[in-house]
């Protein structure tokens, strides 16, 4: 099964969301988003996880009116649920087979 990643470049997601690239750069120093591509701001490229998380980055900020340091750290725990909610998926899914 091939997987289709869609990049997206800096300046086009501050182009669709709106933003300086100063505010990218924030939320790259601060772990939020890591570009997949790129050597400095400008050709930096990232991919749909990293635009998910830099588009819910800016959300939390905006409507919490948070410092970036308290939405990477909601950020990580977000992704730490994610990945959590999946493992217990994925069990729940393994002992079904063992029961039935």
């Known amino acids: ?3 289709t990643v869609t990049r997206i470049s800096v300046q086009d ?3 669709k969301e709106g933003l300086a690239s100063s505010t990218v750069t924030q939320i790259v120093q601060y772990e939020i988003a890591e570009p997949v ?3 400095s701001v400008r050709d930096w490229v990232f991919d749909t996880t990293g635009s998910h998380w ?4 800016l959300r939390l900020q905006r409507d919490l009116e948070l410092e ?3 939405v990477a ?3 990580d725990l977000l992704r730490e649920r994610e990945s959590l909610m999946r493992e217990n998926r994925q069990l729940r899914r ?3 087979r063992l029961e039935g």
């Open 1 to 3: 099964m091939a997987t």
């Open 13 to 15: 997601l501050c182009e």
């Open 37 to 39: 591509a790129g050597t």
């Open 54 to 57: 830099i588009k819910k980055a």
């Open 68 to 70: 970036w340091l308290a």
């Open 73 to 75: 750290l909601l950020v």
């Open 94 to 96: 393994r002992l079904g």
